[in-house]
């Protein structure tokens, strides 16, 4: 019995898949909704219409709904636990011989694919995003003619990490370009150089005093490094003005990408704290689901017969609680006391040692 799917398995698959959809789908609608009442004004004024604006926050739904995917499991599971023990149907299913641990087990499994499609969810929301911002004809490009201490994102997997830029005199100061290699036929490129100038005439810039090092090249392991007193970089075809744009923002980057970039900031000597609590919460925030689930369930039998307001006060103030701690993570990020990553899951550790002890409690 214990070892195959139930009537009642089923049952309760029904009612928390029920409650997660329309969750996880309400809750981003609401969000995009509310966002796109208060940017109307501004996209009205840049010239689009509201067909437009419309179709453009569609694909602004995905990256809430990967959010609020943990709230999504975190009232299913409440709301499906909370209103089968409200009637009885916990203690009837105890009753004929199911303890609580067993009872659940179709909610965390199902809380674990919840897991996976935030992830997927999480990765298609850093397209859909670019989608919206593109739609929506965001200006991205400073009023200023310098620009200190960034890192620019390029095509074909280049990032520049540039000490200044200054437009008047079209030049760039201490800078190293990398170009991420998959193997020995395709090896990564690092180019460091004291300055570079840009030429109007040959339309690309020129690099002065500085080395070139082919990482990983064949044979396999080979690493090669050239000195050099200038060379022109076909590969960089960002005029000067174009540089002042902002480069992707790390929440506008896949995981992979993300990790390149993080990279890339740390060899041109910036903290990369935050951006690696960022990276690391995007598993961290989706593995949420199960610990959520693991946490909601015995809450739910803590008081069975307080009613809805009950689960969605509760399902409120965790998700508070989470999101809190989630903040405070990123806020200590660049503190260098506690590893980045460890922080990111800190969250996780401490609702899932509460669900733990919740668990430990109720009466199988």
């Given at each position: 019995?214990t070892?195959?799917?139930?009537?009642?398995?089923?049952?309760?698959?029904?009612?928390?898949?029920?409650?997660?959809?329309?969750?996880?789908?309400?809750?981003?609608?609401?969000?995009?909704?509310?966002?796109?009442?208060?940017?109307?004004?501004?996209?009205?004024?840049?010239?689009?219409?509201m067909?437009?604006?419309?179709?453009?926050?569609?694909?602004?739904?995905?990256?809430?709904?990967?959010?609020?995917?943990?709230?999504?499991?975190?009232?299913a599971?409440?709301?499906?636990?909370g209103?089968m023990?409200?009637?009885?149907?916990?203690?009837a299913?105890?009753?004929?011989?199911?303890s609580?641990?067993?009872?659940?087990?179709?909610?965390?499994?199902?809380?674990?694919?919840?897991?996976?499609?935030?992830?997927?969810?999480?990765?298609?929301?850093?397209?859909?995003?670019?989608?919206?911002?593109?739609?929506?004809r965001?200006?991205?490009?400073?009023?200023?003619a310098?620009?200190?201490?960034?890192?620019?994102?390029?095509?074909?997997?280049w990032v520049?990490?540039?000490?200044?830029?200054?437009?008047?005199?079209?030049?760039l100061?201490?800078?190293?370009?990398?170009?991420e290699?998959?193997?020995?036929?395709?090896?990564?490129?690092?180019?460091?150089?004291?300055?570079?100038?840009?030429?109007?005439?040959?339309?690309?810039?020129?690099l002065?005093?500085?080395?070139?090092?082919?990482?990983?090249?064949?044979?396999?392991?080979?690493?090669?490094?050239?000195?050099?007193?200038?060379?022109?970089?076909?590969?960089?075809?960002?005029?000067?003005?174009?540089?002042?744009?902002?480069?992707?923002?790390?929440?506008?980057?896949?995981?992979?990408e993300?990790?390149?970039?993080?990279?890339?900031?740390?060899?041109?000597?910036?903290?990369?704290?935050?951006?690696?609590?960022?990276?690391?919460?995007?598993?961290?925030?989706?593995?949420?689901?199960?610990?959520?689930?693991?946490?909601?369930?015995?809450?739910?039998?803590?008081?069975p017969?307080?009613?809805?307001?009950?689960?969605?006060?509760v399902?409120?103030?965790?998700?508070?609680?989470?999101?809190?701690?989630?903040?405070?993570?990123?806020?200590?990020?660049?503190?260098?006391?506690i590893?980045?990553?460890?922080?990111?899951?800190?969250?996780?550790?401490v609702?899932?040692?509460?669900?733990?002890?919740?668990?430990?409690?109720?009466?199988t």
């Amino acid at each position: 019995m214990t070892g195959r799917v139930t009537i009642l398995d089923r049952y309760m698959l029904r009612s928390w898949t029920r409650l997660f959809v329309v969750t996880a789908l309400g809750f981003p609608i609401v969000a995009v909704l509310t966002e796109a009442v208060g940017e109307l004004t501004n996209l009205l004024n840049r010239g689009l219409s509201m067909k437009q604006i419309a179709v453009s926050y569609v694909f602004g739904i995905p990256a809430w709904a990967s959010l609020v995917m943990p709230a999504a499991v975190l009232f299913a599971t409440i709301f499906t636990v909370g209103g089968m023990a409200r009637h009885s149907e916990i203690t009837a299913a105890k009753a004929g011989g199911l303890s609580f641990h067993r009872l659940v087990l179709p909610l965390l499994a199902a809380a674990a694919g919840a897991v996976v499609l935030a992830v997927l969810v999480g990765e298609l929301a850093v397209t859909a995003t670019e989608k919206m911002t593109m739609m929506q004809r965001d200006p991205r490009v400073q009023s200023a003619a310098a620009r200190f201490n960034f890192v620019y994102r390029a095509d074909e997997g280049w990032v520049y990490a540039v000490r200044s830029l200054d437009v008047a005199s079209s030049t760039l100061r201490e800078l190293i370009f990398e170009r991420e290699g998959t193997g020995p036929d395709y090896p990564t490129l690092v180019i460091r150089a004291d300055s570079a100038t840009w030429s109007d005439s040959a339309r690309m810039w020129r690099l002065w005093q500085g080395e070139s090092r082919l990482i990983g090249g064949s044979p396999p392991a080979r690493n090669v490094t050239f000195d050099f007193a200038s060379i022109e970089l076909a590969a960089m075809t960002q005029e000067p003005r174009d540089l002042l744009a902002e480069s992707k923002a790390p929440a506008a980057m896949p995981y992979a990408e993300l990790g390149r970039y993080i990279e890339a900031m740390r060899r041109a000597g910036n903290e990369t704290g935050k951006l690696e609590v960022q990276r690391a919460q995007r598993i961290s925030v989706p593995a949420a689901c199960l610990v959520i689930a693991l946490f909601g369930a015995p809450l739910a039998m803590a008081a069975p017969r307080s009613g809805s307001a009950f689960g969605l006060g509760v399902s409120l103030g965790a998700t508070v609680i989470y999101l809190l701690l989630a903040q405070i993570a990123l806020a200590m990020g660049d503190s260098g006391i506690i590893d980045p990553v460890m922080l990111a899951w800190m969250p996780n550790v401490v609702f899932l040692l509460a669900g733990l002890v919740l668990l430990s409690r109720v009466r199988t």
